[in-house]
């Protein structure tokens, strides 16, 4: 069976203030395509929204911390300071670390 796809010929890519912006655009109709990770398109799907999560990366979200740290476990996250470069809610991370 041959392919109906066609190759994308041109990508504009616009920068927005925030991945949130990223997200108003796309449901607005502003954009095509946006960057995201599969959990905020599953929840919107679950709320009727007619998404389809292309995977553009095969990295997934870790906990990352240097081979001489004593933090070993989410555990060992509570009281400490934490950065969050995008993905999944925060609170969820903040909760299973027991600082939610």
């Known amino acids: 069976m041959a392919s109906t796809s066609r190759p994308i010929s041109?990508?504009?890519?616009?920068?927005l203030a925030s991945p949130e912006a990223g997200k108003i655009a796309l449901r607005?109709?502003?954009?095509?395509?946006?960057?995201?990770d599969w959990l905020w398109v599953s929840r919107e799907r679950e709320l009727g929204a007619k998404l389809t999560f292309y995977p553009y990366s095969s990295a997934l979200g870790a906990v990352m911390v240097q081979a001489s740290?004593?933090?070993k476990s989410l555990a060992d996250l509570k009281g400490r300071k934490l950065a969050v470069a995008g993905g999944p809610d925060r609170q969820e991370l903040a909760a299973a670390a027991g600082g939610g």
């Open 69 to 71: 740290s004593p933090i």
């Open 28 to 36: 607005a109709g502003n954009a095509d395509i946006m960057v995201s």
């Open 10 to 15: 041109r990508i504009e890519v616009t920068e």
